[in-house]
Nanobody
Framework: QVQLVESGGGLVQAGGSLRLSCAASGRTLSTYAMGWFRQAPGKEREFVAFITWASGRTMNADSVEGRFTISRDNAKNTQYLQMNSLKPEDTAIYYC??????????????????WGQGTQVTVSS
């Protein structure tokens, strides 16, 4: 089992920045990738970004490309999401995800094994 704990959410004005963290514990040696998803009220869970643990290969959703940056610290078993130029439409609960298998389609939340509890990000206009 893997436990994931997010932190760093909050309230920010449009154009501002936030940095989310996700600390993993448990059976982390087999981690293949970690990722971020978000879910706004009344909407489905949406892919934001993911990073492979060994090589650091990343992929972002088109909606956040150029504004959000995913990174990881292998020694700390922690991934980060630096969010810049935030927009009101970025308001959502942000979830950390982890996987121990190769993911052919990382944008599908059903392909991820473990989830954090989520952290609220609210962007005011």
């Amino acid at each position: 089992q893997v436990q994931l704990v997010e932190s760093g959410g909050g309230l920010v004005q449009a154009g501002g920045s936030l940095r989310l963290s996700c600390a993993a514990s448990g059976r982390t040696l087999s981690t293949y990738a970690m990722g971020w998803f978000r879910q706004a009220p009344g909407k489905e869970r949406e892919f934001v970004a993911f990073i492979t643990w060994a090589s650091g290969r990343t992929m972002n959703a088109d909606s956040v490309e150029g504004r959000f940056t995913i990174s990881r610290d292998n020694a700390k078993n922690t991934q980060y999401l630096q969010m810049n130029s935030l927009k009101p439409e970025d308001t959502a609960i942000y979830y950390c995800a982890s996987n121990q298998r190769v993911i052919l389609s990382p944008t599908n939340p059903r392909n991820w094994d473990y989830w954090g509890q989520g952290t609220q990000v609210t962007v005011s206009s």
